[in-house]
């Protein structure tokens, strides 16, 4: 090697070792930029604690934890149920009961409506099973569609909500339900009732100020899996019938 070969190969090895100084130092000063997953993951955990943080602080009885301090079951008051909430509060995958409701003054409040797109991120949640819709007075349509995407859902309430009646269609698609309880829910007739036979695996029904009639509890001779069942119209005021049904 000539003497300008060795001089440059020296000036270039210097420089190298430069650059590998330079980059550890930024490196551990934390100059060098973050792996973007990383930073996305580490910002999306954080949204998700303030989330709750607000919702604790807004309705301190919504979320409860376990001895560890995990989360495994929520209530999603009417003013954090916009998709990117439901997004977030989606990704608590030890939840086991979750509850979205709304209240008397949602829409003064300026509350956000409840989505198909929003309910689908409850997909997150892999052990939830019991899901609850309550006192809402406005839904977005197709709801009821996104729910049926819930296949870890088990039981599913519908409390004093305002659905049109085509809407129920989807829980004929609803496969996975065991329990059932529709309450309050005046639209809910019996033409939705005979959409419930569709539901193989359902063992209990609860069926409480609803259209359904005498004529139409007939058809639930048809839901083979039914064992258990609870009915009072909303034209009943005094009686209930409880009692199961024999094969």
Same mark, same amino acid.
């Given at each position: 090697?000539?003497a ?5 190969? %020296? ?7 430069l +650059?590998?100084? #330079?980059? /550890?130092?930024?490196?551990? $000063? !934390?100059?060098v ?72 003054k ?15 991120? %409850?997909?997150g ?5 019991? +899901?609850?819709? #309550?006192? /809402?007075?406005?839904?977005? $349509? !197709? ?23 085509q809407?129920y ?34 063992k ?33 005021s ?10």
């Open positions: 090697m000539g300008t070969s060795a001089r440059n190969y %020296l000036v270039c090895q210097a420089m190298i070792n +650059l590998v100084i #330079a980059f /550890l130092y930024f490196e551990s $000063s !934390g100059t930029a973050a792996d973007p997953d990383a930073v996305a993951k580490t910002r999306s955990v954080n949204e998700v604690s303030n989330l709750l943080q607000n919702i604790s602080s807004n309705a301190p009885w919504a979320i409860d934890r376990d001895t560890n301090g995990t989360v495994v079951s929520i209530g999603i008051p009417s003013r954090y149920e916009d998709d990117h909430s439901m997004e977030l509060l989606g990704s608590l995958c030890t939840v086991t009961q979750a509850a979205v409701f709304g209240g008397s949602r829409w003064e409040q300026g509350s956000p409506i409840l989505t198909e797109r929003g309910i689908t991120f %409850l997909a949640m892999p052990n939830l099973t019991h +899901l609850e819709l #309550a006192c /809402l007075s406005h839904l977005d $349509s !197709g709801v009821l569609r996104g729910v049926r995407a819930l296949g870890q859902v088990r039981h599913l309430t519908l409390y004093n909500i305002a659905l049109a009646r809407e269609r989807w829980l004929a698609y609803a496969t996975n339900l065991t329990h059932l309880d529709i309450e309050n829910c005046s639209s809910f007739g019996d033409q939705e009732l005979l959409l419930l036979t569709n539901l193989i695996a359902l209990d029904l609860r069926l409480l100020g609803t259209s359904v009639s005498a004529e139409g509890t007939n058809r639930m001779s048809q839901m083979h899996a039914l064992t258990n069942i609870v009915l009072k119209s909303s034209a009943e005094n009686t209930t019938l409880k009692g199961s049904l024999e094969k």
